[in-house]
Structures are given as structure tokens and as C-alpha cells.
């Protein structure tokens, strides 16, 4: 009896690091996309700021943005 809860301790710590490392992983990954989010409006506001017109910085936004982020706008609209 001993011996089987001994192994059922083990295998219940060695789930608990294995969810925690995955749930590192992703958490480092939704970091890295947020910053692309971020970069990626930053660049529509200096496409702004250079004179450029609202759907041709949009269009610019909705590139960058391709593959990490919901939407048209990059996963975040305001509004004008």
C-alpha cells in the first residue's frame, strides 16, 4: 500500500512540473505576441504621423498583425 502511494505522489509531482513548465511556455509566447501586437500599432501610429492615409496604415496594420492577432484592426478597435 505504501509503495502505491508512493508512486501515486511521484506521478501526481511530475504532472504538476510538467503543467507548470507548459503553462511557462505559453505564458513567454502570449508575451511575444503582445509585444508584436504593440510594435505593430506603434508602426500604424508613425504611419500616421507620416501623413499617411487611415486605410493605408490599416492595411499596413492588418499585414503585420497577420497570424497573431483577431480582427481587421489587430485585435483592438477604437473608436475615431
Known amino acids: 500500500m505504501k509503495k502505491i502511494l508512493l508512486v ?4 501526481l509531482l511530475t504532472a504538476t512540473f510538467s503543467i507548470a513548465a507548459e503553462s511557462e511556455k ?3 509566447e502570449d508575451i511575444a505576441k503582445h ?7 506603434e508602426a500604424a501610429a508613425k504611419c500616421r ?20 492577432a ?3 484592426f489587430c485585435g483592438m478597435k477604437h473608436a475615431h
Open 35 to 41: 509585444r508584436a501586437i504593440a510594435a505593430a500599432h
Open 49 to 68: 504621423e507620416a501623413g499617411k492615409g487611415e486605410d493605408v496604415c490599416n492595411a499596413e496594420l492588418a499585414k503585420a498583425c497577420k497570424g497573431i
Open 26 to 28: 505559453e505564458t513567454k
Open 8 to 11: 501515486l505522489a511521484a506521478l
Open 70 to 72: 483577431i480582427g481587421k
